[in-house]
């Protein structure tokens, strides 16, 4: 009797665990599905995302509102409304969905002559235009099949793997948190870009006066500086661009200020009737323009061989970019 009780014991023990694996994977495999759900505005689109129809999308969300014992989004008119659990849920879905694809994507080995893979990197339009050509010509040198996709700059999320498929971020280190690998590139200094007929503005101008100014911006700028985030809280840009190319163009023949990198400025004044200004720090902290440009990436991926051959070729780049 004890050996067929202990027999019975072992079996319902075995078949729980086999439960607690099918319940596990059967959610591994749902991930995706729960993605598209929670970032979708109807149903319809939910399942576009997904690549299932609506009835087994539909079904897809009711093993899951079961699960949760939630609502998780209610679908309107008004498109869709997540509750607080859907809210929590919908970062760790995706950073869980992206530790999955990385994992997947880990190449132990990396020719980059032979590789065709696709390189993702995030900066703002500023640094795309004056810091990214050294690194491109760089990359496609070694690496000549590959293909580069230059994403807008966004706040760097807490969680690295909510970058999603991004493989390196180009910013300032004013960004840098313990969440991410960081290597300082170049620095830099913030001056001014003004028309030559500004007869607001000399040669130089103290940051104070600097600031009373009418100033530009592009929409994919971030906090490069201390100046920068000043000029934001101060609400003083009279001129809002898609991106940094254009900026310039359009402050000719007006008395609107571009607030920069020392070396984005100067490209321009070589093609445009445009001059640079030295912003003095008077009265303020000694490090207020000045910049210092990194590179970012997910910690976990630190010792893929990819990694390592582009973070390299990010530390030349920028050598090259300052002399």
């Not at 028309?195 to 906090?223: C, F």
């Not at 009279?238 to 254009?246: E, F, G, R």
């Not at 900026?247 to 093609?271: A, E, H, N, W």
Request: charged letters at 25%; proline letters at 5%; aromatic letters at 8%.
């Amino acid at each position: 009797m004890e050996g067929a009780r202990s027999d019975s014991l072992i079996s319902k023990i075995r078949l729980e665990e086999e439960i607690n694996v099918r319940t596990r994977t059967l959610w591994l495999n749902i991930l995706p599905t729960l993605d598209a759900i929670l970032n979708a505005n109807s149903l319809t689109e939910a399942a576009e995302k997904a690549f299932l129809t609506q009835p087994a999308l539909s079904i897809a969300l009711r093993k899951a509102r079961s699960h949760f014992d939630d609502e998780l989004v209610v679908f309107g008119q008004g498109g869709a409304t997540l509750t607080e659990l859907g809210r929590e849920l919908k970062p760790r879905i995706a950073a869980a969905l992206q530790t999955s694809r990385d994992a997947l994507d880990l190449e132990l080995t990396f020719e980059p002559k032979a590789s065709s893979r696709t390189i993702r990197i995030m900066t703002n339009s500023y640094l795309e235009m004056a810091f990214l050509p050294f690194l491109l010509r760089k990359i496609y040198v070694e690496a000549p099949n590959v293909e580069v996709v230059v994403e807008p700059f966004r706040p760097l999320p807490k969680n690295p793997n909510l970058l999603e498929s991004v493989d390196i971020v180009i910013a300032s280190n004013f960004f840098a948190t313990n969440e991410y690998r960081c290597m300082d590139l170049f620095e830099d200094r913030i001056t001014g870009l003004v028309w030559n007929e500004n007869s607001l503005v000399g040669d130089s101008m103290p940051l104070d006066k600097w600031l009373t100014l009418r100033h530009a911006t592009a929409a994919t700028a971030n906090v490069e500086a201390p100046i920068v985030g000043t000029l934001q809280s101060n609400k003083s840009f009279a001129l809002h661009s898609q991106s940094a190319v254009s900026l310039p163009y359009m402050i000719v023949g007006t008395d609107i200020v571009v607030t920069g990198m020392s070396r984005y400025c100067q490209q321009f004044t070589k093609v445009l009737p445009l001059r640079i200004v030295d912003i003095v720090e008077s009265g303020c902290e000694d490090d207020e323009c000045d910049l210092s440009v990194a590179v970012y990436w997910k910690p976990h991926r630190s010792n893929e061989p990819f990694m390592q051959w582009l973070i390299q070729l990010c530390e030349i780049a920028g050598k090259e970019f300052v002399d």
